[in-house]
């Protein structure tokens, strides 16, 4: 069979990106043009902000792709583009672009999910790995334990009912003064904190040993910060950050080993932005490693927002014959499996 060339476009949250991949296992271009500088000034994603600077960036941004991968238009199978979830706005950028790229050269459209597409990084960075497994999503907007069944089949195991890990982290962050984005600002000051130093709990969900729920401890934060305000004690934020995100992680990884003996896997992979914490990481492997569990985890560039990673989900969708019409749209809240 031929190669299989799509370009991916990823506009769901404040990162243009695009890419081409190849046969869902191998980017040869990765463009990502972040907004991070311009959101920071407004302690966090200003939506409407995203989707202008989407709108001014995204030409350049698939045409960078193209020139990178040594590939014209004409020489992609089809354009892929996440539809959701994620901010309508922003969403909308990508979806009417690849829309009219696709009508433009008429080439077969490819809807994505976004958080499959963070799955399917692992396919880019372990060409050997194949479902069924199971897998940790943490993003900003989802914390969700679920197995692979297939390509493109998920059992879901567990979510958060509350907060994502990302969501703790970012609001985390700003209560203690290190503003947007907090999940890498707090991996870095954690370095130099005790995660010991402070006893933040760890939730259990009633009736259900997968979920999460990180509202609490969130809040536990808030009410040490205040209660040494009150007492005018001095706040020590690293000994804060690192007790906790070692709380988030000790609960990710408690339930993750949980479902993992429970399936009898021997196999593990995690995905999504907060799985870029070195921490978490780090934690990952020594409980996998264990119990004699092979670890997958792709590198930080490929577990925050891209477009290889949509190329990749893409594929498997195209080779099972998935096509969308230019009726596609933006769907801010569509599930992990929905296929509209
Ligand atoms: O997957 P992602 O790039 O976008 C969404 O789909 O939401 O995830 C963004 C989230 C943010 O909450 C950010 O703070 C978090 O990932 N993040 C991290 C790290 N890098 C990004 N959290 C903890 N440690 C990091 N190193
Ligand atoms: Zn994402």
């Given amino acids: 069979m031929n190669d ?3 370009l991916a476009i990823e506009s769901s949250c404040d990162e243009t990106a695009a890419a081409v991949v190849v046969n869902g296992r191998e980017a040869l271009s990765n463009v990502i043009s972040s907004q991070i500088d311009i959101h920071t000034l407004y302690g966090g994603v200003v939506p409407e902000i995203a989707s202008r600077k989407h709108t001014e960036r995204i030409n350049r941004v698939v045409d960078k792709a193209l020139k990178d991968a040594g590939v014209t238009l004409d020489e992609v199978d089809a354009v892929a583009v ?6 309508v ?3 909308l950028v990508g979806v009417s672009f690849a829309k009219g790229l696709a009508f433009a050269a008429g080439k077969p459209l490819i809807g994505v999910h976004h958080i499959e597409g963070h799955i399917c990084a692992n396919f880019l960075q372990f060409k050997e790995l194949v479902p069924p497994f199971p897998c940790l999503i943490v993003s900003g907007g989802h914390t969700t334990l679920t197995r692979v069944k297939d390509y493109g089949e998920y059992e879901i195991l567990g979510r958060s009912c509350d907060d994502s890990a990302g969501e ?3 609001k985390v962050a700003r209560a203690i003064g290190l503003g947007y984005p907090g999940g ?3 991996d870095a000051l954690s370095n130099e904190g005790d995660a010991e130093a402070i006893a933040f709990p760890r939730a259990k969900v009633d009736g259900s040993e997968f979920d999460f729920s990180f509202s609490g401890l969130k809040s536990a934060v808030l009410n040490y910060l205040n209660s040494c305000a009150l007492k005018k004690e001095e706040v020590n934020t690293a000994d804060v950050a690192a007790s906790f995100q070692k ?9 993750s080993m949980l479902a993992l003996e429970k399936g ?5 992979a995690i995905a999504g932005g907060v799985a870029a914490n070195r921490h978490l990481r780090a934690a990952f492997e020594k409980a ?12 930080p560039v490929l577990c925050t927002d891209n477009a290889a990673m949509i190329g990749s989900a893409a594929y498997f969708e195209y080779i099972k014959g998935v096509r969308h019409g230019l009726d596609l749209n933006a769907m801010p809240a569509l599930r992990l499996g929905e296929r509209i």
């Fill in 184 to 186: 890498p600002k707090i």
């Fill in 82 to 87: 996440t539809y959701g979830p994620g901010l």
């Fill in 89 to 91: 706005g922003a969403l």
């Fill in 288 to 299: 996998c490693s264990e119990r004699g569990v092979e670890f997958y985890c792709p590198p």
């Fill in 4 to 6: 299989i060339k799509i």
């Fill in 168 to 170: 703790a982290f970012d």
């Fill in 247 to 255: 709380a988030v992680v000790d609960v990710l990884v408690e339930h």
């Fill in 264 to 268: 009898g896997e021997k196999r593990f």
